[in-house]
């Protein structure tokens, strides 16, 4: 059963990945193309808008992938000082706490998208919707949800390697 799980929540995690890498291009050109052609006085109209949602979902959409093979930087001074009985105590309690913090803002999100949708808020210069943001934002927070669920389930391993 976890071969499966597994297996779909990774190819989840590389979706969200890739939609990070294009977001990571997408702001590497928009901005050289509004720094050449403002040479020319035609600067790209709604680059800042452009560069905003991109950056904002390159951050969403890499948390999995970061997630899922332990990339962050973990704080190992608490847990240098506790008893070796009492490590994975804790560490799993945090782990349940950070799936239950994910889930939760899984659901925040949700609902502050369609708000957004019913309030049909958009970018200042180019007017695109934000709505859709916050749902990717909150498919990419159940996605964390189900790789912590994971970690806690095999504790000391990645659920894949970078």
């Known amino acids: 059963m976890w071969a499966k799980y597994k297996l779909f929540v990774g190819w989840l995690v590389k979706g969200l990945a890739f939609i990070a890498g294009i977001n990571v291009l997408v702001m590497m050109i928009v901005t050289c193309l509004d720094v050449i052609l403002r040479r020319f006085g035609l600067p790209l109209k709604g680059a800042v808008d452009i560069v905003m949602v991109a950056a ?3 951050a969403v959409c890499a ?5 899922a093979v332990k990339g962050h930087v973990a704080v190992e001074f608490f847990f240098q ?3 070796a009985r009492l490590k ?3 560490d799993g309690i945090w782990r349940v706490a950070v799936l239950i913090l994910y889930a939760v803002m899984s659901w925040h999100s949700m609902i502050y998208g369609i708000d957004m949708l019913h309030r049909n808020r958009t970018t200042l210069t180019l007017h ?3 709505f859709w943001i916050l749902w990717l934002m909150s498919f990419s927070f159940a996605v964390v949800s189900l790789i912590k669920l994971y970690n806690l389930t095999h504790p000391g391993k990645e659920m894949m390697k970078p």
Do not use: E, G, K, M
């Open 56 to 58: 904002c979902l390159t």
């Open 63 to 67: 948390l999995p992938y970061t997630t």
């Open 81 to 83: 000082r506790l008893p």
């Open 88 to 90: 994975p105590v804790i």
């Open 128 to 130: 695109i919707p934000l």
